[in-house]
């Protein structure tokens, strides 16, 4: 099985780190000389905690992305910690009514969520407000709302130190979210012909000041191109390297790099 820690070993093998895998593989270290890093989960240690924090949570993201002129797609946050349940349902009506679903469907997901977890889509008011009620007592009364948009394309560009590493499309299939955890299937593109992606990828992370991110970009129906979400977690695990011996280099190749640049 070609995880984290398969890419990981392999790395500091060939760099000269120690390498150890604890808590089952969900925390790995690293260590040469007397420097020690460790990668908890997807998260490496590259970006600081603030930057990492608002990549991590989607309406921060939005926001520090549009308050910078970055065209990025609107996410709303619904906060109902300590409110009654009178407040939380005028709540939940005005944040899907900004959210623009009396002309089009929303989109309800976790803040902080990753991988499409718990991401639902609803086309009528009535369905938005009971599965944004279940996601708010799910996630402790935080949860965000996005417009659903008809995409035709989704692309991931992985970002090291202000260039590009790694760029592929995600193909969905018949399911409507572009997650390889969905059943999405990974395409390889060129990094020298997306230059457009790329440059949009490399001024997200520079407004959010991030060293390494994995940034998504999507296309509307009408063809323009915008910031979805920007993941500071780096994830090239079966969904992507299972795929195939070029895929497995292309990952291979790509945490190598983040590997070096810890020295």
């Not at 093998?13 to 020690?36: F, I, P």
């Not at 930057?51 to 926001?63: I, L, P």
């Not at 469907?105 to 086309?123: F, I």
């Amino acid at each position: 099985m070609h995880d984290i820690g398969y890419f990981l070993r392999g790395a500091a093998e060939n760099l000269g780190w120690d390498y150890q895998a604890l808590r089952g593989g969900w925390l790995h270290e690293l260590q040469k000389g007397g420097t020690k890093h460790y990668v908890i989960g997807y998260s490496f240690p590259h970006n600081s905690n603030t930057a990492a924090r608002v990549a991590m949570d989607k309406v921060a993201t939005y926001t520090v992305l549009s308050a910078a002129g970055v065209d990025a797609v609107q996410h709303f946050l619904v906060l109902a910690k300590g409110r009654s349940r009178r407040e939380i349902r005028r709540l939940c009506h005005n944040q899907l009514r900004l959210a623009g679903l009396s002309a089009s469907e929303v989109v309800l997901k976790p803040v902080t969520g990753s991988n499409g977890r718990d991401v639902e889509r609803a086309v009528t008011f009535r369905a938005a407000r009971k599965k944004l009620n279940q996601l708010l007592g799910r996630y402790d009364g935080v949860a965000a709302v996005s417009p659903y948009l008809n995409l035709r394309r989704e692309v991931r560009v992985i970002v090291l130190d202000g260039a590009p590493l790694l760029i592929f499309e995600k193909i969905r299939n018949a399911d409507w979210r572009h997650n390889l955890a969905f059943g999405a299937a990974p395409k390889l593109l060129s990094i020298h012909e997306n230059e457009r992606l790329i440059t949009g990828a490399l001024r997200a992370c520079e407004v959010i000041g991030l060293r390494l991110a994995a940034v998504d970009l999507v296309e509307s129906g009408d063809r323009s191109w915008r910031i979805l979400e920007v993941n500071e977690g780096i994830n090239l695990g079966s969904g992507f390297a299972g795929q195939g011996s070029e895929y497995l280099r292309a990952a291979a190749t790509t945490y190598h790099a983040i590997v070096r640049a810890l020295e």
